[in-house]
């Protein structure tokens, strides 16, 4: 069974230079396992970044991650895979 753990107080620099630097208005860092997901919201889009040491990222673990961290629906979502890594880019309806 996958669970995210919040583990953004270990990453004060990651979110502080996210908020400074970027449109984000809201950084979250969780553990999944041996993975981090770096979770990123702004006015106009979402953005999940899953990252691991040692191996790739698994379709299951990003839909899990998509699922608990959003309200995406699949046409919304663009994923891209590296090596051991994983972007997931959301695109939010503009508000009226």
Known sequence: MM?????TNNFRDLVHNQLAGTDAK???VYS??????IYTKAPTHEEILLKSDHRNIRD????FVVN??????PNQVATIHG????EVSI????AQ
Do not use: H
């Open 3 to 7: 669970r995210l753990f919040d583990v």
């Open 26 to 28: 809201l950084v979250k």
């Open 32 to 37: 999944l396992g041996n993975l981090t997901v």
């Open 60 to 63: 299951d673990e990003i839909e």
């Open 68 to 73: 608990n961290l959003t309200n995406a629906k």
């Open 83 to 86: 090596k051991n890594i994983a």
């Open 91 to 94: 695109t939010l309806p503009i």
